[in-house]
């Protein structure tokens, strides 16, 4: 059950044929707040659709129009997003805040995506967080938003971890980044530890290996984007 009683006027004409599924937080308390947000013609932002604390659902956006949820931002060699996307906001007052998702947002939000990914043809690897997509401005949907739980039902890319908090060498390090740059990971430009290549990694450690935000990458990290890789393109 979608509603349409709420709707934004923050949208205009895709460009590009939908590929991606980007999955947000709205950043508020409540729905009151995100509607707000997303229907503010100051602000303009927006959403296709849009999940309360109790599940429900509301489509904000139609879907055939290009909705103003992921700003700058890309995935491999594919820009403007926005033409590309549907943009799912989840209302959550963030990552700092603590407070996890409800299980009846994650319900919901599962049962939409079955549904999105089946109309539109979309590539498990195309089922992305804002922050893997603009990883220096966003931390979207946080690292307490369940993956593994969609991976459970079809949707995203997820390999358990084989824990190994080994340091890596430079050759490692050399081959964790040319890997995240192979998973789709933008703006990898060199190899060594500059603040873009650590916010970069953040934003994979946020989506793949939540333990190690904000520390450095290990063993642990290295193996994992392998294996990602491995069931990306077998």
């Given at each position: 059950n979608i509603s349409h009683k709420f709707k934004s006027k923050n949208f205009d004409n895709r460009k590009k044929k939908i590929s991606f599924i980007i999955l947000h937080y709205t950043?508020?308390?409540?729905?009151?707040?995100?509607?707000?947000?997303?229907?503010?013609?100051?602000?303009?932002?927006?959403?296709?659709?849009?999940?309360?604390?109790?599940g429900s659902i509301y489509n904000l956006v139609d879907v055939n129009y290009r909705a103003w949820h992921a700003g700058e931002s890309k995935w491999k060699r594919s820009e403007d997003i926005n033409s590309r996307s549907i943009g799912v906001e989840i209302v959550n007052?963030?990552?700092?805040?603590l407070i996890k998702y409800k299980k009846k947002q994650i319900?919901?939000?599962?049962k939409l995506l079955i549904k999105l990914k089946e109309?539109?043809?979309?590539?498990?690897?195309?089922?992305?967080?804002?922050?893997?997509?603009?990883?220096?401005r966003k931390i979207d949907p946080g690292k307490h938003f369940?993956?593994?739980?969609?991976?459970?039902?079809?949707?995203?890319?997820?390999?358990?971890?084989?824990?190994?908090?080994?340091?890596?060498?430079?050759?490692?390090?050399?081959?964790?980044?040319?890997?995240?740059?192979?998973?789709?990971?933008?703006?990898?430009k060199d190899n060594k530890l500059?603040?873009?290549?650590?916010?970069?990694?953040?934003?994979?450690?946020?989506?793949?290996l939540n333990r190690l935000v904000d520390k450095l990458p290990t063993k642990a990290s290295l193996i994992k984007s392998n294996d990602l890789l491995k069931k990306i393109f077998d």
């Open positions: 950043e508020t308390k409540n729905l009151n707040d995100a509607i707000n947000l997303l229907t503010s013609k100051k602000r303009k932002v927006s959403c296709h659709y849009l999940i309360d604390l109790d007052p963030g990552e700092s805040s319900l919901s939000l599962i109309k539109f043809n979309i590539d498990n690897n195309n089922i992305l967080g804002h922050s893997d997509i603009a990883p220096f369940p993956w593994k739980t969609l991976y459970e039902n079809s949707l995203g890319i997820w390999v358990d971890e084989k824990i190994n908090d080994f340091p890596l060498n430079k050759t490692q390090f050399n081959t964790l980044l040319k890997n995240l740059k192979k998973i789709g990971y933008p703006h990898i500059t603040q873009n290549n650590k916010k970069i990694i953040n934003s994979f450690h946020r989506h793949h």
